[in-house]
């Protein structure tokens, strides 16, 4: 497969050798990014912060205290604690969890099964850290996810962009090299990690975005659901 083969180049590697998928959560396996643009919007213009619907798209991905303390420092010009930024998050995860809950999204317990069937792992990379959101993973996704692999936003010290939460990903694993796993993701900061970690990218484009923002991030292929990438899983991987 072209992709596969030019992957392959450019990272020098020898092979392509999967034996992991590690899944984003939020607007990957759940619908959820209405919910969190919605909240974020409601949460930030409580402390004079305007953020708006695409802000939330485009930032999603990154930890919250991440986001927070950025558009703080470019709107308010200045630089507040981690500890100042959580308790704004704190604010965030309130109004989220007032809204309808989101739903899993077609496909993905299907592609899971696929995963699970051919020997992979799964691990589950966000960067949320409340713990009711990983509790209904846990819960959802018994018998693909377990504790030991879901990264959360605790587990690292750099978010998305970062490649670090990636890297953590394929160390859950088991010490994984990059070619030996596949990402996916449906956020531009979340596809450059995936790519800074030079591990194989899937992008699944479930929001609002264009195409062509998640393709400047080098996503090495490009899908418009879950399911049609459920579809071609076997005819890529197997």
């Known amino acids: 497969m072209k992709e596969i083969y030019e ?3 450019e990272h020098c590697f020898g092979a392509f050798s999967p034996k992991a998928v590690l899944f984003d959560m939020d607007g990957v396996l759940y ?6 643009a919605v909240a974020w919007q409601k949460s930030m213009r409580d402390f004079g912060i305007v953020m708006t619907e695409a802000d939330a798209y485009a930032t999603e991905g990154a930890r919250g205290v991440d986001t927070i303390r950025k558009m703080v420092l470019e709107q308010k010009h200045k630089m507040i604690s981690l500890e100042d930024a959580q308790k704004m998050y704190d604010v965030k995860t309130k109004y989220f969890h007032e809204l309808p809950t989101a739903q899993i999204f077609p496909g993905v317990h299907e592609l899971m099964s696929k995963i699970k ?5 799964i691990c ?3 960067g949320s850290g ?3 959101l990983i509790q209904r993973l846990l819960d959802d996704f018994a018998g693909f996810v377990d504790e030991q692999h879901v990264i959360t936003a605790y587990d690292v010290k750099k ?4 490649p670090e939460p990636y890297l953590a990903g394929l160390k859950k694993c088991g010490n994984l ?5 596949i990402v996916v993701e449906n956020a531009p900061l979340g596809v450059r990690a995936g790519v800074a970690a030079n591990i194989f990218t899937v992008a699944v484009n479930s929001g609002p975005l264009d195409d062509c923002e998640l393709k400047k991030e080098h996503c090495n292929l490009l899908y418009k659901n879950i399911s ?3 579809d071609d899983f076997n005819r890529l991987f197997l």
């Open 7 to 9: 992957y392959l180049k």
């Open 31 to 36: 619908d959820s990014m209405p919910n969190h």
């Open 117 to 121: 069937d051919a020997g992979w792992s």
């Open 124 to 126: 589950v990379v966000t």
């Open 130 to 132: 409340q713990r009711p």
């Open 159 to 162: 978010g998305k962009p970062d």
């Open 177 to 181: 090299k990059p070619n030996e796993a």
């Open 228 to 230: 049609a990438f459920s």
